[in-house]
């Protein structure tokens, strides 16, 4: 298996950078210097029985030996629409910073300024945008972009009468406060 081709040279590695000799970390693991040595030269076959007490040691994951596997870069992740905005994703679910083209309708009904943990981060495509950022009220045309700490009240919604087509950048909690909370709860911009 291609995954398995590197581990050695990943265990070898960890186990130099925490100043650990060979002696050291078969001890720390309760297995034989030779099979350590074998696993770390590819000359012994890695096991879950091998590895788990070394990672263990070693304060990394299995998974952490593992050669990264070439994936599709592409997100494919679908849009959903609600209450008055399309939400495209643009990163992956599992990524810290999360990022979406979201669309805002004109029409879509006003809600309630909010506050959360982290930082925002707009950029308008197209379109005019209304930002209420405190007692602040500005409004961005294409091209144009905001950051601003989100435990400042805020809200965003189109301005005029055309959609404004946005990137939107936040962390986890911005996207959960900003996605997924029910509209009926949901103090959202």
Same mark, same amino acid.
Not at 4 to 21: I, Y
Not at 84 to 107: C, H, N, Q, W
């Given at each position: ?10 265990? %070898?590695?960890? %186990? %130099? &950078?925490?100043?650990?000799? #060979?002696?050291? #970390?078969?001890? *720390? ?7 350590? !040595?074998?696993?770390? !030269?590819? +000359? ?7 590895? *788990? ?13 593992? $050669? ?26 599992? !990524?810290?910073? %999360?990022?979406? +083209? ?10 309630? $300024?909010?506050?959360? &943990? ?16 405190? &007692?602040?009220? #500005?409004? *961005? ?20 009468? +055309?959609?404004? &087509? ?16 029910? *509209? ?6």
């Amino acid at each position: 298996m291609e995954e398995l081709a590197e581990v050695g040279v990943r265990l %070898r590695a960890a %186990r %130099r &950078e925490r100043g650990l000799t #060979l002696v050291d #970390l078969a001890g *720390l693991a309760g297995i034989s210097v030779s099979t350590l !040595s074998r696993l770390e !030269s590819g +000359k012994r076959q890695a096991s879950l029985e091998l590895l *788990l007490p070394l990672t263990r040691e070693l304060g990394i994951r299995v998974d952490d030996l593992l $050669a990264p596997r070439d994936r599709d870069p592409r997100v494919r992740r679908g849009a959903v629409s609600r209450g008055g905005m399309t939400v495209a994703p643009l990163t992956r679910e599992a !990524s810290a910073v %999360r990022a979406f +083209k979201i669309t805002y309708s004109p029409d879509a009904p006003v809600r309630a $300024a909010q506050v959360h &943990e982290g930082s925002e981060w707009v950029y308008v495509l197209s379109g005019r945008l209304t930002l209420e950022l405190g &007692e602040q009220v #500005l409004e *961005l045309g294409q091209g144009e972009a905001a950051e601003f700490d989100t435990m400042t009240p805020h809200r965003i919604r189109a301005a005029g009468a +055309k959609p404004a &087509e946005v990137i939107s950048i936040f962390n986890t909690v911005g996207e959960r406060l900003h996605l997924h909370t029910p *509209l009926e709860n949901h103090p959202a911009n």
